[in-house]
């Protein structure tokens, strides 16, 4: 059974930095797409990062762009560095996966509906 369990969410001053983990489980890490993901009340849930293994790239939305890395341990967990925060960077914070070749591709938007299976939300407030 595939399970993602992100965590780390919590309260930042603006300029601050959070670190994200995302727990997997029920499948090969390094033969999948991880994507993170937020979503704020009213909003569609927006693609931040993503990484590829069968491309080989990580992919970032420009709203994140130089700020938040992307990066696992190539075992279980996925990370998600967030650095330089913004008041506009308060959201509900996801990770999810796709099957190997999809959801992640070169200079592309990283699309939610290509990802399969979902952790639950993490919560990130960031203070100005």
């Known amino acids: 059974e595939v399970q993602l369990q992100a965590s780390g969410g919590g309260l930042a001053q603006a300029g601050g930095s959070l670190t994200l983990s995302c727990e997997t489980s029920?499948?090969?890490?390094?033969?999948?797409?991880i994507g993170w993901f937020r979503q704020v009340p009213g909003k569609e849930r927006e693609g931040i990062a993503c990484?590829?293994?069968?491309?080989?790239?990580k992919e970032y939305a420009d709203s994140v762009k130089g700020r938040f890395t992307i990066s696992s341990d190539n075992i279980r967990t996925v990370f998600l560095q967030m650095n330089k925060l913004k008041p506009e960077d308060t959201a509900v914070y996801y990770c999810?996966?796709?099957?190997?070749?999809?959801?992640?591709?070169?200079?592309?938007?990283?699309?939610?509906?290509?990802?399969?299976?979902w952790g639950q939300g993490t919560q990130v407030t960031v203070s100005s």
């Open positions: 029920g499948f090969i890490l390094d033969d999948y797409s």
């Open positions: 999810a996966t796709a099957d190997a070749g999809y959801g992640c591709y070169p200079s592309r938007t990283i699309a939610p509906n290509e990802y399969e299976y």
């Open positions: 990484a590829s293994t069968r491309y080989g790239n």
